[in-house]
């Protein structure tokens, strides 16, 4: 592997920190979803590396990171970046913001995915709250999208 590859990886880590740090808790209900974001970018620009196999393994070391039973974000992770990854195609036809819009129904299905399955397992109820990081990953996308892009460009992945 190229020292070039290993942007992907940084950024997949990078995401994960800014997944976890800390913030006072009026701003952390509208943590946006960086994973889930990430990964939207890179399965769009190269699906024959950024697939459903890193979205489960980055959402397992999202559950070590927050502490949630094990599996429940490799679950919503994977099955957003399948639903991602099977439309690529016709998504990356699309303009910026018109992807925002599906970033945004991709991370509502995550939250919804996430939340079904910790209603299953423990006695949580759904809050209006608990989507309010849809809209401000639909905010970052444009900027995560074109930082990414910039670097993918300038480090010449393929």
Not at 29 to 36: E, G, H, S, T
Not at 69 to 77: D, E
């Given at each position: 592997m190229s020292k070039r590859h290993y942007a992907?990886?940084?950024s997949i880590l990078a995401s994960l920190v800014l997944q976890i740090m800390p913030l006072p808790m009026q701003v952390d209900?509208?943590?946006?979803?960086?994973?889930?974001v990430v990964l939207a970018y890179?399965?769009?620009a190269l699906p024959h590396r950024v697939n459903v196999g890193v979205a489960f393994l980055s959402g397992l070391a999202m559950d070590i990171l927050l502490g949630t039973?094990?599996?429940?974000?490799?679950?919503?992770?994977s099955i957003s970046i399948y639903i991602l990854a099977a439309n690529y195609q016709r998504l990356r036809n699309y303009s910026v913001w018109q992807q925002a819009i599906i970033i945004g129904l991709l991370s509502s299905f995550y939250h919804l995915i996430t939340f079904w399955v910790q209603h299953l397992?423990?006695?949580i109820y759904f809050q209006v709250d608990y989507l309010l990081p849809v809209v401000t990953?639909?905010?970052?996308?444009p900027w995560v999208f074109w930082m990414l892009r910039k670097i993918r460009r300038q480090l010449s992945i393929n």
């Open positions: 992907i990886i940084l209900l509208y943590r946006p979803d960086w994973i889930l890179w399965a769009m039973t094990l599996g429940i974000h490799s679950l919503g992770l397992l423990t006695d990953s639909m905010a970052i996308w």
